[in-house]
Every structure is written in structure tokens, then in C-alpha cells.
């Protein structure tokens, strides 16, 4: 267990629907990073929260949303799902400060669209 | 925009033998990372180079950081097959004082295969 958890870890859905995939991080972390891997794209970072203030962006679309709390868990939205929105998306933590730890990983969330 | 290149993509080694993973990025970077991701499950770090001629080593694998040239090697020594996975590198830029922006950019991963 890496310290950082992923909810759903798997979700099935049809096109055109809405879903929420959660995360909390591992204690004390007050970044948390998003990442879709899917086979053509690799792992394309999406979005990083700090202390529930947005602090970058990367290829997420305009139909994902993403917000962190005040209990720093933080929550992805995807709507108007399409067939190529299938993907592993994944939660990645990390201290506030510079040192060696490095970012901590959840175990996924794989978002089937039909 | 910073580009993280691996090669090879594929790798399939033999039981005992030695190879090495090269990663290439285009911008100056502050730290570099290996991770380690078997089919369908998390990323696993392996390990955090964080200056120039940095190595780190841990069992058979061993890790380099040549800030200077923008390279960055994982030698495999004496493969076994437990060592199959995809292997991942990966580099931050920019970011303000406090950590607070230093996100992971990611090269596309080596798949490694080690035959008996």
C-alpha cells in the first residue's frame, strides 16, 4: 500500500456520461498530481493541486474537471465520456517541500467507456 | 516544451545477462526519477537522482544522472526474470519555491522481458 488511494478502481460506463474518480493522498502530502496512461499517449500529466489551490495544467480537456478539498482528497469529473477517454488515470502525491522522496503513486482508476 | 525520449522501447534480455536503458530530456531538469510499472498496476519508484554524476544502485539494478549531457542510464546487471515490467523515466521542471509546481513529465517507457 502506497499510501495514496484511488476510488474507484475500476468503472465501466457509456458514452456520454459523467463520472467522479477520488483520491487521497498519502498523509501529510499537500500536492496531488493527475495522469492518464492509455496505449497511444503514454502517461500525460493532466492537472496538480497544492493545498486545494489549482497550481498547474497540463492536456487535460475541457470536459474534465478536477478540484482538491480542504481534507486534501481530490476528485476528477469527466464528462461527455467518449470511447477515447478509456484509460488508467492516476493520483500521484507529494510533500510540499523539495526533498528526495519523490511522488507516491496511487493503484489507479480504469475507466472503461462502452 | 520539455521531451522525454527512452530507448529502447522494447527490450528482451536474456536470463543473466547486461543491459542498459537510456533516457534523454531536452530542457535543463532538477531531478530525474525511475519507476517501475508491472501490467495494470501502479508506478513504483525505484529511484531519485537529484544532481549531476548522481548513481544509485539497489540489487540488480544501478541508476546515473548526467545533468550535463541531459542523460540519465538504469543498467540492468545479471537480469532475472522478475525484473520484466515497463520501466519509466521521468523529469520535473520549473516550479516556485516550496515544491508547490514540479510536475513529472514521461518518457514512453521501456518494456523489458527477461527470457529464461
Known amino acids: 500500500d502506497s499510501g495514496v488511494t484511488q476510488t474507484p478502481k475500476h468503472l465501466i460506463t457509456a458514452t456520454g456520461q459523467r463520472v467522479t474518480l477520488r483520491c487521497s493522498p498519502r498523509s501529510g502530502d499537500l500536492s496531488v498530481y493527475w495522469y492518464q496512461q492509455s496505449l497511444d499517449q503514454g502517461l500525460q500529466f493532466l492537472i496538480q493541486y497544492y493545498n486545494g489551490e489549482e497550481r498547474a495544467k497540463g492536456n487535460i480537456l475541457e470536459r474534465f474537471s478536477a478540484q482538491q478539498f480542504p481534507d486534501l482528497h481530490s476528485e476528477l469529473n469527466l464528462s461527455s465520456l467518449e470511447l477515447g477517454d478509456s484509460a488508467l488515470y492516476f493520483c500521484?502525491?507529494?510533500?510540499?517541500?523539495?526533498?528526495?522522496?519523490?511522488?507516491?503513486f496511487g493503484s489507479g482508476t480504469r475507466l472503461t467507456v462502452v | 516544451e520539455l521531451k522525454v525520449e527512452q530507448n529502447p522501447l522494447f527490450l528482451s534480455m536474456q536470463e543473466g545477462k547486461n543491459y542498459t536503458i537510456y533516457c534523454n530530456y531536452s530542457?535543463?531538469?532538477?531531478?530525474l526519477y525511475w519507476y517501475r510499472q508491472d501490467p495494470g498496476k501502479s508506478l513504483e519508484s525505484l529511484f531519485v537522482?537529484?544532481?549531476?554524476?548522481a548513481v544509485k544502485q539497489e540489487g540488480r539494478l544501478m541508476a546515473s544522472l548526467d545533468t550535463k549531457a541531459r542523460l540519465s542510464t538504469l543498467h540492468i546487471t545479471a537480469a532475472v526474470h522478475d525484473l520484466s515490467a515497463t520501466y519509466f523515466c521521468?523529469?520535473?521542471?520549473?516550479?516556485?519555491?516550496?515544491?508547490?509546481?514540479?510536475?513529472?513529465?514521461f518518457g514512453k517507457g521501456t518494456l523489458l522481458t527477461v527470457n529464461p
Open positions: 521521468a523529469v520535473t521542471t520549473g516550479g516556485n519555491s516550496g515544491g508547490s509546481n514540479y510536475k513529472l513529465t
Open positions: 500521484a502525491s507529494s510533500r510540499w517541500d523539495r526533498d528526495s522522496y519523490g511522488y507516491t
Open positions: 537522482l537529484l544532481s549531476n554524476g
Open positions: 530542457t535543463t531538469s532538477d531531478r
